[in-house]
């Protein structure tokens, strides 16, 4: 039993270092950084996390990312939960290729959209806007949703709906105050994954802005390539990017070994 | 094949337990006959599938021993013990074959391959499988499933005991019938000892030559489906077996004699060494005559049950509600009846157990 | 039985237009640039197959889909199995469950480039754990800006830190899915851990593992901003994949029409190989 318990936690401290390192980084001064190596921080600083804080450049990059990544969750779990009911209870012409189409898109790579996204998004005259963003990281997380949800719905048994539908419900009815309650759990773990790839996605977003709606990770990218000596503040951002998915999966956690297998074991 | 004996057995879950509340078994003390078709009986909760974990081993009991033929097998695992378990959902191989399922237990013990062909052929045919044996075990019905499952226990040649543990549960009513006598004809081929653990009262009454009822962690009575049904030792097994159950009413000892709402009823025979005081008195619905004038104890009818052949008539007496099962013509609810109770079933209860003795030459 | 009912179609209809608009029109075009020429100006000149010729045929084109089908295949053998054995290994209830869940999840939720410069970060020669660990702990020279099979060992473990999860937690609730009887019965049937494995683990856990070896195929296929963010593709090419050197085409030369090409055969390569991926492991199912 000791042994075997080691395998995870080998795991986990193997999954901890590089975490803790980004960590500890973020609270040396750069002197200390370009001095050589300390495993601990030698005189913590808060400098980095107080310049994050006070220059607008880098807390709106937060704050744009939460607003796209919010506005996609949302579109995603909308337009899926009807979707995904059909495909669940209804079978219709061409509903399989439909969901296979779906499914290719999760497929597709990022890189090969990345040009002609920002000439889509710039046509239609929502280039460096939030709700472009949104829109666009829906290619891959409208699919997903679907998936999701379709295998927690089939998971409901039909006579559910029936009940309903004898009880004198309507439609809408039956759909938010029955249905919905029922798949809870299911909706939260769409709503977690697509979080979570809007979240961690960056080639898109940052393709699709410039100013406005820049994400945190791409004003990274702009430190990362500037020079060797602002690591401190490169690691204080991405320790604050680690920490919304850490909330997130924190409320998720009871319902993760079952979302992970999308409702389908 | 081999005589099981339980000594001195207590189990608890919890790590340190105090009272008798901790404990899932309670003592138990008992001696399964070689060859002997057993079914363990009791409510839900009661320990009894806690007792067959623990004669399989997949379970090691806090107190106690189990000897398999006089040889001390507690801390054996499972493997070495050489039973075999059915279990409530039939659990199969998915990826095998039916063939490949059966010959599983005897391949792990590295078995030559024909007497593998042999053993395998031999039950199929008893199982009436032998025309899927090339199937996938994953495409079969439930209840043939549960037969592939039982197969795997009778398989082997050398096990001790075959243990069911509620098999029938995820069956379909119409098939239960048809694999419970299956079991039953099995038993008499194979000639293993056979446990049956259920809460069904016709489960286990159709099953064993022996019923061991069991209620919270206790062996309450073992006997014969007769027995049990006869002279129950306990007010709960007469409780439990029976449809509708024996009737139990309160009454009063006073110098051997038991009286119930003022009347004295005669009892199968004398009391033992009962006190003066409250105790109980039971007597079957089938041994309860119901008349419009006769003899016995005043009572209402509150209602009356059809039940097919025959009916069900429920009568209060002195706010005690009794239970008579009758023939023919029934009265209606609300009439005056007499209850008349049959001497030789009518036996007393004190603290719940039985009481009274058979008279003698009865 | 589900409902015949065409009407079905309108609950579907929003995620048709908004999965239409995001897929279809910028696939057309990309379609569009992969039969054209263009010399600037918006001018644009008939080219028939030529750029998918000229990728096809292409020894840079070559390598990198060499290169990125060598990382897709290092990834899925380490990371399936090690995933498994360490879901096997994994408590089935209890206080730690929840602990290592989140944990293990963690760096799933990470943004990919932060991912690669964390781990930029961590394996500096001289100042990051790792590379200091390596270099002046255990005296072995490691610097990926410089040595391709260190550029490449560290992108491997890069990966198998950030996805190795999702094939844990997939397995993980494929895992406790199974009911405890089935492992009671194996005890009794005298099965060894390997039985209990090949026969009661493995195809309970057969459906979330195929979820798990097509999602980690797709996305490691597709793989981009931390090996960028990490390596750009050096030292030299020796870690340009395929995305990377896409991207590189297509935004770095401005070379439209081929990189959108490639695009389409790229995106052709990954459909194809799910596609089999999934008719290959779900094959066993459909007979019998």
Same mark, same amino acid.
């Given at each position: 039993?000791?042994?075997?318990?080691?395998?995870?936690?080998?795991?986990?401290?193997?999954?901890?270092?590089?975490?803790?390192?980004?960590?500890?980084?973020?609270?040396?001064?750069?002197?200390?950084?370009?001095?050589?190596?300390?495993?601990?921080?030698?005189?913590?600083?808060?400098?980095?996390?107080?310049?994050?804080?006070?220059?607008?450049?880098?807390?709106?990059?937060?704050?744009?990312?939460?607003?796209?990544?919010?506005?996609?969750?949302?579109?995603?779990?909308?337009?899926?939960?009807?979707?995904?009911?059909?495909?669940?209870?209804?079978?219709?012409?061409?509903?399989?290729?439909?969901?296979?189409?779906?499914?290719?898109?999760?497929?597709?790579?990022?890189?090969?959209?990345?040009?002609?996204?920002?000439?889509?998004?710039?046509?239609?005259?929502?280039?460096?806007?939030?709700?472009?963003?949104?829109?666009?990281?829906?290619?891959?997380?409208?699919?997903?949703?679907?998936?999701?949800?379709?295998?927690?719905?089939?998971?409901?048994?039909?006579?559910?709906?029936?009940?309903?539908?004898?009880?004198?419900?309507?439609?809408?009815?039956?759909?938010?105050?029955?249905?919905?309650?029922?798949?809870?759990?299911?909706?939260?773990?769409?709503?977690?994954?697509?979080?979570?790839?809007?979240?961690?996605?960056?080639?898109?977003?940052?393709?699709?802005?410039?100013?406005?709606?820049?994400?945190?990770?791409?004003?990274?990218?702009?430190?990362?390539?500037?020079?060797?000596?602002?690591?401190?503040?490169?690691?204080?951002?991405?320790?604050?990017?680690?920490?919304?998915?850490?909330?997130?999966?924190?409320?998720?956690?009871?319902?993760?070994?079952?979302?992970?297998?999308?409702?389908?074991? | 094949?081999?005589?099981?004996?339980?000594?001195?057995?207590?189990?608890?879950?919890?790590?340190?337990?105090?009272?008798?509340?901790?404990?899932?078994?309670?003592?138990?003390?008992?001696?399964?006959?070689?060859?002997?078709?057993?079914?363990?009986?009791?409510?839900?909760?009661? !320990?009894?599938?806690?007792?067959?974990?623990?004669?399989?081993?997949?379970?090691?009991?806090?107190?106690?021993?189990?000897?398999?033929?006089?040889?001390?097998?507690?801390?054996?695992?499972?493997?070495?013990?050489?039973?075999?378990?059915?279990?409530?959902?039939?659990?199969?191989?998915?990826?095998?074959?039916?063939?490949?399922?059966?010959?599983?237990?005897?391949?792990?013990?590295?078995?030559?391959?024909?007497?593998?062909?042999?053993?395998?052929?031999?039950?199929?045919?008893?199982?009436?499988?032998?025309?899927?044996?090339?199937?996938?075990?994953?495409?079969?019905?439930?209840?043939?499933?549960?037969?592939?499952?039982?197969?795997?226990?009778?398989?082997?040649?050398?096990?001790?005991?075959?243990?069911?543990?509620?098999?029938?549960?995820?069956?379909?009513?119409?098939?239960?019938?048809?694999?419970?006598?299956?079991?039953?004809?099995?038993?008499?081929?194979?000639?293993?000892?056979?446990?049956?653990?259920?809460?069904?009262?016709?489960?286990?009454?159709?099953?064993?030559?022996?019923?061991?009822?069991?209620?919270? !962690?206790?062996?309450?009575?073992?006997?014969?489906?007769?027995?049990?049904?006869?002279?129950?030792?306990?007010?709960?097994?007469?409780?439990?077996?029976?449809?509708?159950?024996?009737?139990?009413?309160?009454?009063?000892?006073?110098?051997?004699?038991?009286?119930?709402?003022?009347?004295?009823?005669?009892?199968?025979?004398?009391?033992?060494?009962?006190?003066? !005081?409250?105790?109980?008195?039971?007597?079957?619905?089938?041994?309860?005559?119901?008349?419009?004038?006769?003899? !016995?104890?005043?009572?209402?009818?509150?209602?009356?049950?059809?039940?097919?052949?025959?009916?069900?008539?429920?009568?209060?007496?002195?706010?005690?509600?009794?239970?008579?099962?009758?023939?023919?013509?029934?009265?209606?609810?609300?009439?005056?009846?007499?209850?008349?109770?049959?001497?030789?079933?009518?036996?007393?209860?004190?603290?719940?157990?039985?009481?009274?003795?058979?008279?003698?030459?009865? | 039985?589900?409902?015949?009912?065409?009407?079905?179609?309108?609950?579907?209809?929003?995620?048709?237009?908004?999965?239409?608009?995001?897929?279809?029109?910028?696939?057309?075009?990309?379609?569009?640039?992969?039969?054209?020429?263009?010399?600037?100006?918006?001018?644009?000149?008939?080219?028939?197959?030529?750029?998918?010729?000229?990728?096809?045929?292409?020894?840079?084109?070559?390598?990198?889909?060499?290169?990125?089908?060598?990382?897709?295949?290092?990834?899925?053998?380490?990371?399936?199995?090690?995933?498994?054995?360490?879901?096997?290994?994994?408590?089935?209830?209890?206080?730690?469950?929840?602990?290592?869940?989140?944990?293990?999840?963690?760096?799933?939720?990470?943004?990919?480039?932060?991912?690669?410069?964390?781990?930029?970060?961590?394996?500096?020669?001289?100042?990051?754990?790792?590379?200091?660990?390596?270099?002046?702990?255990?005296?072995?020279?490691?610097?990926?800006?410089?040595?391709?099979?260190?550029?490449?060992?560290?992108?491997?473990?890069?990966?198998?830190?950030?996805?190795?999860?999702?094939?844990?937690?997939?397995?993980?609730?494929?895992?406790?899915?199974?009911?405890?009887?089935?492992?009671?019965?194996?005890?009794?049937?005298?099965?060894?851990?390997?039985?209990?494995?090949?026969?009661?683990?493995?195809?309970?856990?057969?459906?979330?593992?195929?979820?798990?070896?097509?999602?980690?195929?797709?996305?490691?296929?597709?793989?981009?901003?931390?090996?960028?963010?990490?390596?750009?593709?050096?030292?030299?090419? =020796?870690?340009?994949?395929? =995305?990377?050197?896409?991207?590189?085409?297509?935004?770095?030369?401005?070379?439209?029409?081929?990189?959108?090409?490639?695009?389409?055969?790229?995106?052709?390569?990954?459909?194809?190989?799910?596609?089999?991926?999934?008719?290959?492991?779900?094959?066993?199912?459909?007979? =019998?």
């Amino acid at each position: 039993m000791r042994a075997k318990s080691l395998v995870p936690a080998l795991y986990i401290l193997f999954l901890m270092l590089p975490i803790y390192w980004l960590v500890a980084m973020s609270f040396k001064t750069t002197n200390e950084i370009l001095a050589g190596f300390s495993l601990f921080p030698q005189t913590w600083t808060f400098d980095n996390y107080i310049e994050i804080f006070t220059d607008p450049t880098w807390y709106w990059g937060y704050i744009n990312s939460i607003i796209y990544v919010t506005m996609n969750t949302v579109i995603s779990v909308m337009v899926a939960l009807p979707a995904a009911y059909a495909f669940s209870r209804y079978s219709f012409i061409g509903d399989k290729q439909l969901f296979f189409w779906l499914l290719t898109n999760r497929m597709a790579p990022a890189a090969v959209f990345a040009l002609p996204f920002f000439q889509l998004y710039s046509a239609v005259g929502l280039f460096d806007t939030h709700i472009a963003v949104a829109l666009a990281h829906c290619l891959f997380n409208v699919p997903l949703a679907v998936w999701i949800l379709e295998g927690f719905m089939s998971g409901v048994p039909k006579e559910l709906d029936e009940t309903a539908y004898v009880d004198g419900y309507s439609f809408p009815r039956f759909f938010v105050t029955i249905f919905l309650p029922a798949i809870k759990s299911g909706v939260g773990v769409a709503a977690f994954f697509c979080f979570m790839f809007s979240w961690v996605e960056l080639l898109l977003a940052k393709t699709l802005t410039a100013v406005a709606a820049k994400p945190i990770a791409a004003v990274m990218t702009r430190t990362a390539s500037s020079a060797g000596y602002e690591l401190g503040l490169l690691a204080a951002a991405g320790t604050l990017t680690i920490i919304p998915g850490a909330i997130v999966i924190y409320f998720v956690r009871n319902y993760i070994a079952k979302g992970f297998a999308l409702g389908r074991v | 094949m081999a005589q099981i004996k339980l000594s001195n057995l207590r189990h608890s879950y919890s790590p340190n337990p105090s009272s008798d509340a901790d404990y899932a078994l309670k003592k138990i003390d008992l001696t399964w006959d070689d060859g002997g078709a057993y079914a363990l009986l009791g409510p839900s909760g009661c !320990g009894k599938s806690t007792l067959l974990n623990i004669i399989s081993g997949l379970l090691v009991p806090s107190e106690g021993k189990i000897l398999f033929n006089d040889q001390d097998v507690t801390a054996l695992p499972p493997a070495q013990r050489n039973i075999a378990q059915v279990f409530q959902f039939p659990v199969i191989y998915d990826t095998m074959t039916v063939y490949d399922n059966l010959a599983f237990p005897l391949r792990n013990r590295g078995r030559d391959e024909d007497i593998v062909k042999r053993r395998v052929t031999a039950i199929a045919e008893m199982l009436e499988v032998t025309d899927m044996l090339t199937t996938r075990a994953a495409n079969l019905s439930p209840d043939n499933k549960q037969k592939i499952s039982m197969g795997r226990g009778l398989v082997r040649e050398d096990v001790n005991v075959v243990m069911f543990d509620e098999p029938l549960t995820v069956i379909d009513p119409h098939l239960k019938w048809k694999l419970r006598s299956k079991l039953k004809e099995l038993h008499q081929r194979v000639k293993a000892t056979m446990i049956y653990v259920t809460h069904d009262q016709t489960e286990a009454l159709t099953f064993a030559d022996q019923v061991v009822v069991m209620q919270d !962690g206790e062996v309450v009575q073992i006997g014969t489906p007769v027995e049990l049904f006869e002279r129950p030792a306990h007010t709960f097994v007469g409780h439990f077996i029976g449809s509708p159950g024996m009737n139990v009413l309160p009454c009063e000892v006073q110098g051997g004699g038991a009286f119930f709402a003022g009347e004295q009823l005669a009892l199968e025979g004398p009391a033992k060494g009962v006190a003066d !005081g409250s105790a109980e008195v039971g007597i079957r619905p089938e041994f309860v005559s119901v008349s419009q004038n006769g003899n !016995g104890v005043a009572a209402h009818v509150r209602k009356v049950a059809d039940v097919g052949r025959h009916k069900v008539v429920e009568a209060i007496a002195n706010g005690s509600r009794i239970h008579a099962i009758m023939g023919g013509e029934a009265p209606n609810a609300g009439d005056a009846v007499k209850l008349e109770f049959k001497q030789s079933q009518t036996r007393l209860y004190k603290d719940g157990w039985l009481a009274s003795t058979q008279a003698e030459g009865v | 039985m589900k409902t015949q009912n065409q009407r079905a179609w309108f609950f579907v209809l929003p995620v048709l237009v908004l999965v239409a608009f995001n897929a279809l029109i910028p696939m057309m075009t990309v379609v569009n640039y992969s039969v054209q020429e263009t010399f600037g100006d918006n001018l644009f000149f008939w080219q028939g197959l030529d750029w998918f010729e000229q990728v096809l045929t292409s020894e840079r084109f070559h390598n990198a889909l060499g290169r990125q089908f060598l990382f897709t295949f290092l990834i899925l053998i380490i990371e399936v199995p090690l995933g498994i054995a360490i879901a096997l290994a994994m408590p089935k209830k209890g206080p730690w469950v929840p602990f290592c869940l989140v944990t293990m999840a963690l760096p799933m939720l990470i943004p990919w480039n932060v991912v690669g410069a964390m781990w930029n970060i961590f394996t500096l020669p001289d100042i990051g754990l790792l590379g200091y660990f390596m270099n002046h702990t255990l005296g072995i020279s490691y610097d990926m800006t410089q040595d391709p099979i260190a550029a490449w060992v560290t992108i491997i473990v890069m990966d198998v830190w950030h996805w190795t999860s999702l094939v844990v937690l997939l397995a993980y609730a494929g895992l406790v899915s199974i009911p405890n009887a089935y492992y009671q019965a194996a005890e009794i049937d005298g099965a060894s851990n390997w039985a209990i494995f090949r026969f009661i683990q493995l195809p309970k856990m057969k459906t979330v593992l195929t979820i798990a070896i097509l999602l980690r195929f797709m996305d490691s296929f597709n793989i981009y901003t931390e090996p960028f963010v990490l390596t750009g593709g050096g030292p030299g090419n =020796s870690t340009t994949l395929l =995305s990377i050197d896409l991207v590189k085409i297509a935004l770095g030369q401005f070379d439209l029409g081929p990189a959108a090409a490639m695009s389409l055969i790229y995106f052709a390569i990954t459909l194809f190989a799910s596609w089999l991926f999934y008719t290959l492991m779900t094959m066993n199912d459909n007979k =019998s």
